[in-house]
């Protein structure tokens, strides 16, 4: 039973910078390949993602395209960066353009969404890291995903600290326990929800 990832950075550093978010995110994808599931990602900010709660925004708008990426995968991972202890902007984007699932109902009361796990991971120099994860959490929930037992994985440094986690030499224990945890609890669960989808209401 072939699963597929499809991951998010939110970073608000356009391509080619190096991320922090993007390095939490290339583990989350290679532990959850270890449990044979096929991933991809983008990096959102190089891509025109307009603003609006709608499936198409109009000309020109990436949301499209992104979305069927989203729809053809099993597994969302959502990578963030903490700024003044809130998600980046960029994944509120994310949230706001995801709302427009909920006009997608079907004649049975699911959305399009339901059986798809989500997930999420966060770096800063500051705390909020729970507070993040809470507020994507149940935007996720909201819009129809299903969430892994245990919490995101993260990483926050020294508050305004000038190490980064793209910098630390080795991943800490307990980040790189999380991340395994994390990616092992959403393969489980996706291939659960995949071999018996949720019941009509």
Same mark, same amino acid.
């Given at each position: 039973m072939?699963?597929?990832?499809?991951?998010?950075?939110?970073?608000?550093?356009?391509?080619?910078?190096?991320?922090?978010?993007?390095?939490?995110?290339?583990?989350?994808?290679?532990?959850l390949?270890?449990?044979?599931?096929?991933?991809?990602?983008d990096?959102?900010?190089?891509?025109?993602?307009? %603003? &609006?709660? $709608?499936?198409?925004?109009?000309? =020109?708008? #990436?949301?499209?395209?992104?979305?069927? +990426?989203?729809m053809?995968?099993d597994?969302?991972?959502?990578?963030?960066?903490?700024?003044?202890?809130?998600?980046?902007?960029?994944?509120?984007?994310?949230m706001?353009r995801?709302?427009?699932?909920?006009?997608?109902?079907?004649?049975?009361?699911?959305?399009?969404?339901?059986?798809?796990?989500?997930?999420?991971?966060?770096?800063?120099?500051?705390?909020?890291?729970?507070h993040?994860?809470?507020?994507?959490?149940?935007?996720?929930?909201?819009?129809?995903?299903t969430? %892994? &037992?245990? $919490?995101s994985?993260?990483?926050? =440094?020294e #508050?305004?600290?000038?190490?980064?986690? +793209?910098?630390?030499?080795?991943?800490?224990?307990?980040?790189?326990?999380?991340?395994?945890?994390?990616?092992?609890?959403?393969?489980?669960?996706?291939k659960?929800?995949?071999?018996s989808?949720?019941?009509?209401?």
């Amino acid at each position: 039973m072939a699963l597929k990832a499809y991951g998010l950075n939110c970073t608000l550093k356009a391509g080619p910078k190096t991320s922090s978010t993007q390095k939490l995110l290339d583990q989350l994808l290679a532990s959850l390949e270890h449990h044979g599931v096929k991933c991809s990602y983008d990096r959102v900010v190089d891509h025109d993602i307009k %603003p &609006g709660v $709608s499936n198409d925004e109009g000309k =020109g708008d #990436a949301w499209p395209a992104m979305l069927k +990426k989203i729809m053809d995968a099993d597994i969302l991972v959502i990578a963030t960066p903490i700024w003044m202890g809130q998600p980046s902007s960029v994944s509120k984007r994310v949230m706001e353009r995801l709302d427009a699932v909920l006009d997608d109902i079907d004649d049975q009361g699911r959305y399009p969404t339901f059986g798809k796990v989500g997930i999420v991971g966060v770096v800063g120099n500051e705390d909020g890291a729970h507070h993040v994860t809470a507020e994507i959490y149940q935007a996720l929930a909201d819009v129809g995903f299903t969430l %892994p &037992g245990g $919490s995101s994985t993260y990483w926050v =440094g020294e #508050a305004m600290g000038s190490k980064d986690y +793209k910098d630390l030499k080795s991943t800490p224990k307990k980040v790189a326990e999380a991340t395994k945890t994390l990616a092992s609890n959403a393969a489980h669960l996706a291939k659960l929800l995949k071999k018996s989808p949720y019941p009509a209401p």
